[in-house]
């Protein structure tokens, strides 16, 4: 069984541009959720997706950053435009079942802002 | 606001040592527990969970943690550590009863053992 997907696993941009980073979560979990570690702080919570739909978004740093999961399959976070503050390890994780279960993380996208 | 605190930051052993991580949380009410590591250069794994029942959880590659609701503890413990073990461990807490899902973590710890 194939595990929690993310690409790309670096990117570098300057302040001002645009990046999306994806997430292939594992076939059949219906819980994807996206989480970020700033260098020295603690894992955060930005969203929650069942299936397509938006179950929690309340970690969300501001209306830069934009998620979809469109067909309830792959996620994307697209942020727009990038600022320094923004730098850290994106991860996302998905689950079975009715949510409370382990998630299971992917590697990463480790986000420089410069 | 639920927070999840882990003590120590940074923890250097000696192989064969004991360890224990600490993990306290403050929320109130039912919660489920976990404990995930991160090996260098990989992804984060499960190494244990808590969701109900027996307070003391056994997990993968010899850990365990001891749930102690009175003190809303998780402690994580191994008796005797390997070179192996070096890695970042990270308590995370669902509180079930807020209606959501996402995981609150703590800090995180990193050990060192040395050889």
């Known amino acids: 069984e194939a595990g929690v997907t993310q690409f790309p696993s670096h990117s570098v941009i300057e302040k001002g541009q645009t990046v999306t980073l994806r997430c292939d979560p594992i076939?059949?979990?219906?819980?994807l959720y996206w989480y970020r570690r700033v260098m020295g702080k603690e894992i955060k919570f930005l969203l929650h997706?069942?299936?397509?739909?938006?179950?929690?978004e309340s970690g969300m740093p501001n209306n830069r950053f934009l998620a979809e999961r469109t067909g309830g399959t792959y996620s994307t976070l697209k942020v727009q435009p990038a600022e320094l503050e923004d730098s850290g390890v994106y991860f996302c994780?998905?689950?079975?079942?009715?949510?409370?279960?382990?998630?299971?993380f992917g590697p990463g996208t480790r986000l420089t802002v410069t | 606001a639920q927070s999840v605190s882990q003590h120590n930051h940074h923890v250097i052993l000696s192989e064969a040592a004991s360890l224990e991580l600490g993990c306290n949380y403050s929320?109130?009410?039912?919660?489920?527990l976990f404990w995930y590591v991160q090996y260098p250069g990989q992804h984060l794994q499960l190494l244990l969970k808590?969701?109900?029942?027996?307070?003391l959880v056994k997990g993968i590659k010899g850990f365990e943690a001891e749930f102690i609701k009175s003190k809303f503890s998780f402690n994580l413990r191994k008796p005797s550590v390997q070179w192996s073990d070096t890695a970042e461990y990270f308590c995370?807490?669902?509180?079930?009863?807020?209606?959501?899902?996402?995981?609150?973590f703590g800090t995180g710890t990193r050990l060192k053992v040395l050889a």
């Open positions: 994780a998905s689950s079975q079942g009715q949510g409370g279960h382990e998630q299971y």
């Open positions: 076939s059949g979990h219906d819980n």
């Open positions: 997706f069942v299936k397509e739909s938006k179950q929690d």
């Open positions: 929320y109130g009410g039912t919660v489920n």
């Open positions: 808590y969701f109900s029942g027996d307070p």
């Open positions: 995370a807490v669902i509180p079930t009863a807020s209606g959501t899902y996402k995981y609150i």
